[in-house]
């Protein structure tokens, strides 16, 4: 059974700084993609950013470049999004999710919250 634990979310000041980790059990994710999304109060789920374990190749959505960075650690199955330069409207929920590749975003994490005051 997959699991995917989030961490590391909470109140941060604006031009502040966190750094997410999203722990994956219960198989081998060498073929898989495993990605971040987020989801701010009344607004719909967006893809923030993607991290493809085999060549390491990442995706990212306009909002996140050159502010936020996917990256993993595949001794541990972790997957990392460092967020800097954080803005109040980066405020939301973060899940963690992983698909194979040729599939949809299956398999999603219970989220953490990331808040950033102005």
């Known amino acids: 059974q997959v699991q995917l634990v989030e961490s590391g979310g909470g109140l941060v000041q604006a031009g502040g700084s966190l750094r997410l980790s999203c722990a994956a059990s219960?198989?081998?994710?060498?073929?898989?993609?495993m990605g971040w999304f987020r989801q701010a109060p009344g607004k719909a789920r967006e893809f923030v950013a993607a991290?493809?374990?085999?060549?390491?190749?990442?995706d990212y959505a306009p909002f996140a470049k050159g502010r936020f960075t996917i990256s993993g650690d595949n001794a541990k199955s972790t997957v990392y999004l460092q967020m800097n330069g954080l803005k109040p409207e980066d405020t939301a929920v973060y899940y963690c999710?992983?698909?194979?590749?040729?599939?949809?975003?299956?398999?999603w994490g219970q989220g953490t919250q990331v808040s950033v005051s102005s």
């Open positions: 219960g198989r081998t994710f060498s073929n898989y993609v």
């Open positions: 991290f493809t374990w085999s060549g390491s190749r990442t």
């Open positions: 999710a992983a698909r194979e590749r040729t599939a949809g975003w299956r398999y």
